[in-house]
């Protein structure tokens, strides 16, 4: 038999999969560079000469289905939209940047899913595109070089499809890789030795979407507090142990910043009336100076952002509310007053939603839900000290004449609102405490079609467990207005 040999230099993977010439040019050959491809080059290993290469490449047992029969026209069926049923098929023709990197059947899916759909929707949709081709040009190349990523990625991307599909191939892929990173991780860190040392970037991403995973499905049983907080830890030792102000805002660092950042705002102020995790505000400092540039005096630098999407200083705000409402030391006037002070500021920039005839592009803030739910948060905060009420007692009045309220239902109305905010995590939160607000089953009704929309086209779990906490919010409401309406009943 011939002794196998390396083939030709014949171009960049990308070139090659679409079958053009390619002008070699490194680290981007011109064809890639001019159509914003992703300019993958081969390895030594991948130059060896197809005819001795064994015909029985390693795969996973979790193996594809056929291509012939029903299961193609099943998947499609089951995507929430026609865009999707490009994005989330599992066996595509078309040649994606990277794929012939990784094993063939499941890895190549689960690669051609991340490159082609995942990693644009755990970004906004406000990002760059060449912030989003660089992040995940960098993420992939980590994939190439460290186990627990490619793992913990595809674990994220398993759990995604599993959730758009709803089938049980993809869960059990997600729970393997998952099982796999997890283990990968705990042997790095019983030799990491955190003191003196800054955690590399590996380490960091790995535990990043490890959470993305535990948030992202559909198991309940999952709490992704640990990972979270893991990741705090890891992000602080990084801007302790000799990180510049300003070394996290350029590519797939920036990302990683902001997601650590947003997740531990979100799970702050999941629970705004029982809190079950706690942010260190000097770690929030901590992370602004990370991601300022040298050249900016703006700390909260939002401008584009990857992730947060809005200023962290609104995020702080929102923090400042639900530790008022939580811990009575802090409950003044003097406090209450310092807050409604800085909440003017941002009801500024959406007071011109009290007029229906406006929409956003009349000026109103890009992230008006947001807004109008922290100042409906510290209405209802407000109230509560104010009259010495529980917050159920102020929850269950009418709050539908409320102006942040009746502003959001007005967003929620229209088609292109609805596009934009299901289309974006973002808009969870706000959703969430307007459910908390609203009384009539009728807008109850718009804010749930408005979450199973962003459920479909996000393949988001959490969204279903906010769709689950508010169909109970409404269950309870209207059994204790039956109660009240039999009282009233028996005293007549």
């Known amino acids: 038999m011939t002794k ?37 080059w081969p390895t030594s290993t991948d130059l060896c000469d197809r005819r001795h290469r064994s015909r029985a490449s390693p795969d996973l047992s979790f193996a594809e ?30 040649p994606s940047p990277g794929r012939s990197l990784f094993k063939p059947g499941i890895e190549s899916e689960l690669i051609h899913h991340l490159i082609n759909y995942y990693f644009s929707i755990i970004v906004l949709p406000t990002t760059s595109q060449e912030h989003i081709r660089r992040s995940r040009s960098e993420l992939i ?28 191939r993809h869960k059990n892929v997600a729970l393997h890789y998952y099982s796999k990173a997890v283990r990968e991780l705990n042997q790095t ?82 629970r705004p009336f029982a809190p079950y995790f706690h942010i260190d505000p000097q770690f929030v400092t901590n992370v602004e100076k990370l991601l300022t540039p040298p050249d900016s005096q703006d700390a909260s630098y939002a ?24 811990t009575p030391a802090h409950q003044s006037f003097e406090n209450l007053a310092r807050l409604r002070s800085e909440m003017d500021y941002w009801e500024a920039l959406v007071l011109p939603r009290a007029a229906p005839c406006l929409t956003s592009a009349s000026g109103a803030h890009t992230f008006d839900l947001v807004i109008l739910a922290t100042s409906l948060l510290l209405d209802l905060v407000t109230e509560s000290f104010t009259y010495q009420l529980p917050i159920e007692c102020i929850l269950n009045t009418n709050n539908s004449c409320r102006w942040q309220v009746e502003s959001c239902l007005e ?20 959703l969430l405490i307007l459910g908390y607000a609203v009384t009539s089953d009728e807008d109850m009704a718009l804010i ?25 919010v409404r269950s309870s409401r209207n059994y204790q207005a039956l109660g009240r309406d039999s009282s009233m009943l028996i005293q007549v």
């Not at 960049?12 to 491809?37: H, I, L, Q, W, Y």
């Not at 952002?305 to 639900?322: E, Q």
């Not at 979450?451 to 109970?472: A, S, T, W």
Request: hydrophobic share 35%; charged share 25%; net charge positive.
């Open 65 to 94: 289905p056929s291509r012939s029969g029903s299961g193609s026209a099943s998947e499609d069926s089951k995507s929430p939209d026609s865009s999707h049923r490009a994005i989330v098929r599992c066996r595509s023709r078309s």
């Open 303 to 326: 401008a584009c952002s990857p992730v947060l999407g809005v200023p962290t200083t609104l995020y702080r705000l929102k923090l400042r509310i639900i530790t008022f409402y939580n």
């Open 189 to 270: 860190l019983a030799t990491f030795q955190p003191t003196g040392k800054r955690p590399d970037s590996s380490l960091l991403t790995t535990v990043v979407f490890l959470y993305v995973h535990d948030l992202w499905c559909l198991d309940d049983s999952v709490d992704p507090r640990n990972h979270v907080a893991g990741a705090v830890m890891l992000l602080n030792l990084v801007s302790k142990n000799g990180a510049s102000p300003g070394s996290m805002t350029q590519g797939f660092n920036r990302t990683i910043a902001e997601s650590i950042l947003y997740q531990a705002f979100l799970l702050s102020t999941r």
């Open 448 to 472: 749930q079609g408005t979450l199973g929309k962003m459920r479909n086209r996000l393949g988001y779990g959490e969204v279903q467990r906010i769709q689950v906490e508010l169909e109970k």
């Open 411 to 430: 967003i929620l109305r229209q088609p292109e609102e609805v596009e934009k905010w299901t289309r974006m995590f973002l808009g969870l939160w706000p």
């Open 4 to 40: 196998a040999k390396l083939r030709a230099k014949t171009g960049c993977f990308t070139c090659r999969k679409r079958r053009v010439k390619c002008g070699e040019e490194k680290p981007s050959c011109r064809n890639c560079s001019a159509f914003g491809r992703q300019c993958v």
């Open 141 to 168: 190349d980590m994939m190439l070089h460290s186990e627990s990523v490619k793992d913990a990625v595809f674990a994220c991307c398993a759990c995604n499809k599993h959730v758009l599909l709803n089938d049980n």
